[in-house]
């Protein structure tokens, strides 16, 4: 009985111990304790067991023994296994901030500190803008004469961007420029994603690209000079990175800029003679401006320093001799401004590298650092726009569109899609927004970055497949009546772009978070490199009681005890235990999959990715939560809260499921599954009720449509043209007085007390009227509703040549 007694004590009190990091000397009092009272009262057998733990705890727990036989063996080992992290991938761990990503990686994420990103929202100049000028914008776009007819926007479009200032959002004030925040920016591009064509020509010179390298590294005279011109659209940027043979693997441009004399107008100039070939250059074919990253040299020493100078960022006028630009690709589903840029021995001053001479060499690291905060915003902004529209467009679908006597959205085969849809927005809409927020708090998110970008990409590519479903035929007949099918085959490029997803996914998500968000191995890196025994000796046995911690924080909580206390209202706290809870997990996982695949670990990508993906999944509940604290609520937000939450958390635990199965040490992967989940796994998929209030809710007039609408180009004015979104939302509004008449009609026709042959909804509507079944107004009322109803699910049709580019190669099959 003691026995047992004390051996409850023991992993009861080590268990404290571990989760609060007490530290070695609280875990060697336990023991020490727990082993005196075994000797003295009759168990000593397990009381000298326990003394003999106190004994190991003392000489590997307290700094001045361990640091004298333990440290320097394990150093020495750990030089050999620990990986290499080369300059480049070192530049990329160094951009950027780490913030909440960090808080997750610990194991005992702090709330508070979420918390303590305080949002003001935007200014009234910038609601005014998004209100207004997107709206006017978005009214000028017809997706069907842009992509077919035209393949270019329109130029008053283009006008009024230029004159608007959509070009110069992230430039200051004092160049012209709107100097907006991040919010604004995101909210901006949310409402252009009414057309795709168009949110990426207002995006793309607002991300990454000749502005923010200019804003952040140009010298004063180049900040003068092209600042105000980008602002008002006189200098139109691209950048070109990408060439044939270096895609996703960018730094192995093998563009190059070799320092050199020439003569210009009868003097001799020092510059670079430039010879590349780059491709897929957004903005490309109209650019007056070219951002060009490229491998810089200097084999005569004229700059009196080394050879390979390194990848260097310069700025190159298009009219600059030797450039070859204009010609276009052809992007899928988008006819945005895309081409190659070719130069051959192409001469520029050495004035035009972003930041003057001294920058030389210092391109990759400026452009990872840039990458960050762009990265966050323009596509992932996209994605939540469109999430919008798509909701938006579907929902009013599914409600107008009758079959078998009922709205389409009264199915629950339907509404299945249809929740899903509103979840994926509710959750895109969170994560983008609260990490703009970041954004404007100071924060330059590496890591979230990179899942905001892959992520909501991913559920972009998922929610437009639900929303084609959704629509049935309608979406796949192309013309100008259709609303979405453009927008759905343009996808890929969401998903390629700005670091392709599958890379994004498996390499930089988790790759780049263990080491740059994880609180211990970054110090334990640089210890290596500096060679100081004492600074890794603090690191590793920091992380060592991080792992301890972790051990016990995961367990516990995973037996239901000692749940972490958060900051939230009853319906969110029990999701912010669980990120707790799988926080923890994470990080032991994390560690466990590090020390067990050590340097090996780079080309195990799926088990990256799958870290990755728990990672992803605890930010993005994360955001949700922080979210649905700050906002007001309206009806049936909490089932999508519910719904978003148990999405999110389900994914987190399948993607830890899927590791502990498929960890190259199967038992080790057994034990960590043993450990994280001792009494199976928690989440299941969104339960049917939650599915069904939810759809309801998004199909109809509702509080929780209009919330999740906002932010949209929904109003039909005057000259504009034409707004598939407001029609429906009106269709909406009068949707419940035509219900009740649709019953009235069907259930006579059903009774026989409408002729027989009175098939189409206007016959029995106007026979309905004859027999007085319903009132003049009513039938009135159904006439203009059902117009409205059959415009919006025409499709269009064309001439039989019409989609032939070359009429010679037309046959007439039965052509008269
Ligand atoms: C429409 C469009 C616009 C663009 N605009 C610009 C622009 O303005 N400026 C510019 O410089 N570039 C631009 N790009 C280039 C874009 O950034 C690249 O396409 C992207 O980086 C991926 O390169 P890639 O297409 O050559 O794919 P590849 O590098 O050939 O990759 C092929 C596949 O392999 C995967 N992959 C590659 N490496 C790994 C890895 N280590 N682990 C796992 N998977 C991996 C990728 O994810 C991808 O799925 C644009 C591209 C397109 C299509």
Redesign the pocket.
Known sequence: MLQLLLIIVAVVGLLVVMRREAGALPALAVLAATGIVGILFGSPLLGALLLIGAVAVAVCGLPALRRQWLTPRIFATFKKVAPKVSDTERTALEAGSVGWDGELFSGKPNWEALMAYGDDGLTDEERAFVDHQCSVASGMTNAWEITRERADLPPELWAYLKKEGFFGMIIPKQYGGLGFSAKAQSAVLQKLAVNETLMVTVG?PNSL?PGELLLKYGTQQQKDHYLPRLADGREIP?????GPRA????TSIPDTGVVCKQMVDGEEVLGLRLNFE?R?????PIATVVGL?FRMFDPDGLLGGENDLGITCALIPRDTDGMEIGRR?H?IGSPFM?GPIVGKDVFVPLDTIIGGPEMAGQGWRMLVECLSVGRCITLPSGATGTSRYALGWSGGFARIRRQFNLPVAEMEGVQEPLARIAALSYISQAAVMETANMIDKGDKPAVPSAILKSQLTEFQRDLLSHAMDIHGGKAVTLGPRNYIGIGYSANP?AI?????????R??MIFGQGAIRCHPYVLEELAAKDADDLKAFDKAFFGHAGLIFGNTARAFTQGLGLGKASTPFDEVAAPYAQEVARLSAAFGLCADAAMASLGSALKSR?MVSARLGDVLSNLYLTSMVLKQWRASDKVESEAALMHYSCTLLLHRAEQALIELFDNLPNRGLGKLLSWLVMPLGRRWTTPHDDLTREIAQKVSRHSALRSKLLGNTWDQQEEGQQDNPLARYNALLVDYDRAEALYRTVNKAYAKGELPVEALHPEQRFAAAREAELISEEDARFMAEYETEVLAMLTVDDFAFDAFAQQQEKVVWHNAA
């Open positions: 793309v690209g691209c950048f070109g990175l990408t895609g996703s693997d960018a780059k897929w250059i957004t903005l490309a990253a690709h992007p895309n490029v390629t772009v700005e670091g392709a997803n599958i890379m994004t498996n390499l990508e």
